[in-house]
Every structure is written in C-alpha cells, then in structure tokens.
C-alpha cells in the first residue's frame, strides 16, 4: 500500500534560516506526491506537487521539492525562513481507490515554528 | 464562490445527536472528497462523488455516516447517533478532472465538531 511518512512532528527554525521538512515515500508504483500547508482554522492549501515531470518541483512562497526515487523521498525545503511560514505541513500521496478515482493519504503533518 | 466554503464552521453535539455538515464545492468541480481530521492527524479519506454518484466509501468508519451529493453540486455528510470518537474536523475537497492521480483538491476550511 502506498503510504508518506513524515519525520518529526516539530521543526523550529529562526527567522531567515534554512527550513527542511521531511517526508519518505512508500510505493510500488511510481508516486503523484504533494505538499500542503494548513494555517489554523483553515484548510489545506496546496504548496506543490510531483507528477513526474520534474523531479525539482516549485511551488508557492518560495518553497520546492526535490523528488528522489533512489532515497524514496520529497522533501520540503526553503532558503529563509519567514515569521508567516509557521503552520502546519502535509505531506501526501495520491493513492487508487475502488476502481477510477484516486485518494490522498496524508502524513501526520509537521508543525513548522518560526523564531523571530 | 471563489473556493470551497463549508457549514457549519463548528458544531457542538450531545452524545447520541445526529448531525449534518454541508459543503459547497467549487463550481464546475466533477469530483468531492471528505476527509476526517483527528486532532494532532493528518486528514483520512471519507468517501468520494463523482458528480452525484458515491463511487467509493471505503473510509467511512461506521454506518453512522452517510454522505450524499444529490444533484452534483453540494454535498452533505450525516453523521447518526453521534460518539465521542465522532469529534474531528471534517474536510471537504473538490477537484475538476476525474480518475486523475495529479488533479489538485481544493479544500474547505472544515467544520469542527465536538461531541460531549
């Protein structure tokens, strides 16, 4: 079964500081695989997703992703760290269910806090 | 609207109450997704339309919960005899294309129910 396991459930980093949150992949397949924030008391946004046509993926507020398949991994990452990036994060995998359509399972989520 | 909008945005019920949460997909959106997010979780995989047919409802985790989207556009989730257990935020999605593995879902902010 595919499945995203995300390690460490909170990052802290200082304001302007590198940010790196990870997330491992499990797949017999080649994986749709994606990012998404949620601020509090509101959805998800989605940051950026891998499809395979890249394996460095940009998405919004300056965040990327970079897909390897040899380390089953995508993780998320930003150069500097600003005070508005503090949220949680999901990581997911688009997943086949029951015939055509396609579900995401979602990781555990890692709460980014940012210092000022 | 612009985005998904869900109602209510929180719920308080007595244990033993039934409840209904209501989502407004974006329009034109073919397919719906509900999500249950337990606190300190990522969100877990409900059920799916397309359109107005449930074609899977493999997440649901009990016969307490019924969904339906009658018309293919908004859609209600019901939830019977509600338990404690029952307490999460439940996550509305929509997306456009069908059977696509890499069709961004747009979420709702959530309606959070609490029961006592």
């Known amino acids: 079964a595919q499945s995203v396991t995300q390690l460490g459930s909170h990052v802290s980093v200082s304001e302007g500081a590198l940010v790196l949150l990870r997330c491992n992949y499990s797949?017999?397949?080649?994986?749709?695989l994606f990012w998404y924030v949620q601020y509090p008391n509101q959805g998800l946004q989605l940051l950026l997703k891998?499809?395979?046509?890249?394996?460095l993926v940009k998405g919004i507020n300056g965040f990327e992703a970079e897909f390897k398949k040899s380390e089953t991994s995508f993780h998320l990452t930003k150069p500097s760290a600003h005070m508005s990036d503090a949220a949680e994060y999901f990581c997911?995998?688009?997943?086949?269910?029951?015939?055509?359509?396609?579900?995401?399972?979602f990781g555990k989520g890692t709460l980014l806090t940012v210092n000022p | 609207g612009a985005g998904v909008s869900q109602s209510p945005r929180y719920k308080v019920a007595k244990r033993g109450q039934d409840v209904a949460l209501r989502c407004d997909p974006i329009?034109?959106?073919?397919?719906l997704f509900w999500y249950q997010q337990a606190l300190g979780q990522g969100p877990e995989f409900l059920t799916y339309?397309?359109?107005?047919?449930?074609?899977?409802k493999s997440g649901l985790p009990s016969d307490r919960f019924f969904a339906e989207r009658p018309e293919g556009s908004v859609s209600t989730l019901k939830i019977q005899r509600t338990q404690q257990e029952d307490s999460a935020v439940y996550l509305c999605?929509?997306?456009?294309?069908?059977?696509?593995?890499?069709?961004?879902?747009?979420f709702g902010p959530g309606t959070r129910l609490t029961v006592l």
């Open positions: 999605a929509s997306s456009l294309i069908p059977g696509s593995g890499t069709d961004t879902q747009y």
């Open positions: 797949s017999s397949v080649p994986p749709y």
């Open positions: 891998y499809t395979s046509a890249a394996t």
């Open positions: 339309f397309q359109n107005e047919a449930q074609l899977d």
């Open positions: 329009s034109g959106h073919v397919s």
């Open positions: 997911a995998v688009s997943v086949k269910s029951g015939g055509s359509n396609y579900k995401l399972t």
